[in-house]
């Protein structure tokens, strides 16, 4: 069973999340949950405060590990909408995603992942890490 970083938040606080967002150090994933879980965490982020955004990723994510919908802890239902989606087809997103050479392109064609959000996107995953580039947006 994947780790969402539920047991890290209730051990350390909210404070464990703190860092995450940098993209210093985020890696490239190396398994479909891991690249779902960052997809999920800047859908659940997006146009909200970093606060709303942890606490609703954090109940989303809950909701996925039980085998319910996204919907049951978000109530936005395009964005729970896109987040099933994304959890549903992760092994099959993850594979396009490795063998895609234009990853920002491919991630811009994510379910509510658009031309602003997919540079957000971009930090977690560590693109911009491995390109020595920066964000614009």
């Known amino acids: 069973m994947p780790s969402f970083g539920l047991e890290e938040t209730m051990r350390y606080g909210a404070d464990a999340f703190q860092g995450a967002g940098s993209g210093a150090d985020n890696a490239a994933p190396e398994t ?17 405060t970093p606060g709303i955004g942890r606490r ?7 909701a996925l590990d039980l085998g319910s919908t996204a919907r049951v802890a978000f109530r936005h239902p395009a964005k729970a909408e896109a987040i099933d989606t994304v959890w549903r087809e992760r092994e ?3 594979e396009e ?3 895609c050479p234009d990853k920002l392109r491919f991630l811009a064609t994510l379910p509510w992942v658009g031309p602003v959000t997919k540079h957000s996107l971009a930090r977690r995953l560590g693109i911009y890490a491995e390109h020595g580039q920066r964000a614009v947006a």
């Open 92 to 94: 099959r997103l993850f």
């Open 97 to 99: 995603y490795n063998a």
């Open 32 to 48: 479909a949950d891991e690249f779902a879980q960052h997809v999920i965490e800047t859908i659940c982020h997006a146009s909200v």
């Open 56 to 62: 609703t990723f954090e109940r989303c994510m809950r």
